[in-house]
């Protein structure tokens, strides 16, 4: 990918229901008898969006913890004011010691989201025909949680925390800064799609890996998404 890639005009985006899909089945990611241990964190029912941050526990988030499905959003704060189209190099999420280049993904034959290659456990993918981080609108980009030899790029992802920032580092030279506030845990059968991807007015991001419980047979049987909302632009 190069610089050029930011003059390109915005891709049409994708209805929800078709997003919705594309992460029940493109990042089906299995964990292929990687021995990990307990498993990656889970994000504690405290984090969900619409639980004031006065309910977060002092201690790190456990293992395992399903959240509740609230729907209500805290307030938001200031506005900043959304950039224009630029392709993604590199996110950056320090409090999980996330660096991380970024590459483009699109829909395989099948109609499924493309995930980076597994071989590289430190590759996250920037979903191409949505909207670039810091647009108005929800970008997504998504990673492996693990893979055949171990922990990958999103593995600690539910151990995020309301108020953590994510950095996303754009083609034009610009940084744009998103404030964690909400990280749950959603059943592939039932992922809501309309309320991960919806347009709230706000330049917003979702990071998106596999989470919830897992067996060998199946495989994981969640996602975890990563609300944010851009607060920053360097």
């Known amino acids: 990918m190069t610089e050029d890639e930011s003059e390109q005009p915005p891709r049409r985006r994708s209805p929800w229901g078709v997003l919705a899909l594309v992460m029940l089945s493109g990042l089906a990611m299995m964990r292929n008898g990687a021995d990990v241990g307990d498993g990656p964190p889970q994000p504690t029912a405290a984090a969900a969006v619409g639980v004031p941050a006065e309910q977060l526990p002092a201690d790190p988030p456990g ?7 609230q729907q209500q959003q805290p307030a938001a704060p200031a506005e900043v004011a959304p950039l224009e189209h630029s392709s993604v190099q590199r996110i950056r999420i320090p409090n999980i010691k996330v660096d991380a280049p970024v590459m483009p993904v699109e829909l395989d034959a099948q109609g ?5 290659p597994p071989q590289d456990p430190n590759l996250a993918g920037w979903y191409l025909n949505g909207i670039s981080p810091g647009q108005r609108g929800s970008a997504v980009i998504v990673g492996h949680v693990d893979n055949a030899n171990g922990p990958a790029v999103f593995y600690g992802l539910g151990a995020l925390r309301k108020g953590n920032h994510i950095e996303v580092e754009r ?5 744009a800064v998103f404030e964690v506030y909400g990280v749950e845990v959603f059943s592939k059968e039932t992922f809501p799609g309309a309320r991960v991807y919806g347009d709230t007015g706000q330049p917003e991001l979702r ?3 596999c989470g919830g419980g897992y067996s060998k047979a199946r495989g994981y049987d969640g996602n975890v998404v990563v609300f944010a909302r851009m607060v920053q632009v360097r």
Do not use: K, L
């Not at 499924?112 to 980076?116: E, F, V």
């Not at 083609?171 to 940084?175: I, Q, V």
């Open 171 to 175: 083609y034009d030279g610009r940084t």
């Open 207 to 209: 990071v998106i890996t």
């Open 112 to 116: 499924w989201i493309q995930a980076p």
């Open 63 to 69: 293992q395992g913890q399903q959240p509740m499905q």
